[in-house]
């Protein structure tokens, strides 16, 4: 058995809590048997809960590096150049609420949709050439290139 303190919310310690397995050695989301005391001040009573198998319990470990994102594609990944903006859904991995979507380095207003899709909005420039999107996490790390093909107008 190991102690932790439990984190909710503003990330002050709200609970001691003893793990079945030690924390040390938890390093995925899953099932764990939790032992519980809450210390919030204003509460009354403690609560207590009990039993292998009975409560998910998802790991965030501090201490771990933080995950590159990466880009898988890009839809479309073409646009004419000088088009009006439009919505790319950017699909991959490690994305965070806070990613941005880079094209040639220059940020490109992004929403997140989830930690494996982005949806970048893009204005075209008025040349035909590629240019490379990036996703960028707020702790630094950056993804792989992914190229997108502004193409001639015809004009």
Do not use: W, Y
């Not at 470990?61 to 990466?70: F, K, N, T």
């Not at 880009?71 to 991995?93: E, Q, R």
């Amino acid at each position: 058995m190991a102690d932790a303190k439990l984190n909710f919310g503003d990330g002050s310690p709200q609970a001691d809590a003893t793990f079945g397995t030690a924390v040390s050695h938890v390093f995925a989301s899953g099932r764990f048997g939790v032992s519980a005391h809450s210390t919030v001040p204003g509460k009354r009573g403690n609560t207590t809960v009990n039993g292998p198998g009975t409560f998910d319990v998802t790991v965030t470990d501090p201490s771990a590096p933080p995950v590159d994102p990466q880009i898988t594609s890009l839809t479309p990944n073409t646009a004419v150049a000088g088009s009006a903006a439009a919505p790319v859904a950017v699909a991959g991995t490690g994305f965070e609420a806070t990613s941005k979507v880079e094209s040639d380095g220059a940020e490109v207003p992004t929403a997140f949709v989830s930690a494996t899709a982005l949806t970048a909005t893009f204005t075209p420039g008025p040349d035909a050439k590629t240019v490379q999107f990036t996703v960028r996490n707020t702790s630094g790390m950056e993804s792989n290139d992914s190229p997108f093909i502004i193409t001639d107008d015809g004009s």
